[in-house]
């Protein structure tokens, strides 16, 4: 059908013409997509202000061959608008949505649980309800574990061996044991290890009750298994303000 109706979150808009705009958004059903919304720009338009990054939409597009159509747009929540006055949960939030369009780079592919997860995190941001930076590495492990690279916070990941165990490996997939460690493997904190456990798992109880310098290292090894990974970092991660 060329017309179809979904539920959305914006993850990025960028200017086309004098009045336009392209919009990424990553749906429920249809995954990654990008649409034109067509005079948006344009002081009078409709719908402009539904189509910020982090703008949560039930959205109507008309199937195009490049770009799709953006032709009815309705608010569910806008959380970009929620987080603006905060500087530190508005960086968060816009590595959340440049995270999700890198983890979902097929247009058209389904990836409901990224979705899921993107709509979970910004509306943790937008109530406040954990520390901010904790929902940021929870978001960015849980990404990761969605795309088949959960790092492992117990056992060996290559031998399985029983931990907890000293070492952490970028290239190994985690912790690993003193037999299967490669070079120049970390060694984070029990505690440290223990709060990335906490944050895969949604052990909000542990995380909440973690000290500051554990959660410094939690984050420091996050941000670098993510880079690994993605190859590359992300645009947005050097704004990010850590309190």
């Not at 720009?41 to 939409?57: C, D, I, N, Q, Y």
């Not at 929620?82 to 389904?110: C, G, K, M, N």
Request: aromatic share 6%; net charge neutral.
């Amino acid at each position: 059908m060329s017309l179809y109706r979904d539920e959305a979150i914006i993850l990025r808009t960028q200017k086309l013409g004098e009045a336009d705009r392209i919009i990424t958004l990553l749906t429920r059903e249809h995954g990654r997509v990008r649409g034109v919304a067509k005079g948006v720009r344009r002081t009078m338009s409709k719908f402009g202000a539904r189509l910020e990054p982090g703008s949560h939409v039930d959205i109507q597009l008309h199937k195009g061959r490049t770009f799709d159509t953006i032709t009815q747009v309705e608010a569910i929540n806008n959380y970009g608008e929620a987080l603006t006055d905060d500087y530190q949960r508005w960086t968060i939030a816009s590595a959340i949505l440049e995270t999700a369009e890198r983890f979902t780079s097929q247009e058209y592919e389904p990836a409901l649980q990224e979705f899921q997860l993107v709509v979970g995190g910004m509306k943790a941001l937008a109530e406040n309800r954990y520390d901010a930076s904790l929902i940021l590495d929870a978001f960015l492990l849980r990404s990761l574990a969605i795309g088949g690279y959960a790092p492992s916070t117990t056992n060996c990941s290559r031998c399985e061996k029983p931990g907890p165990h000293r070492y952490f490996s970028l290239v190994g997939g985690g912790s690993v044991c003193m037999e299967c460690r490669p070079s120049a493997s970390a060694t984070p904190a029990p505690e440290t290890l223990q709060l990335l456990g906490a944050l895969l798992s949604s052990d909000w109880d542990v995380a909440q009750a973690s000290e500051p310098r554990h959660r410094r290292e939690a984050s420091g090894l996050v941000i670098a298994y993510l880079q690994w990974h993605l190859e590359r970092g992300l645009r947005s991660l050097p704004i990010v303000e850590r309190v």
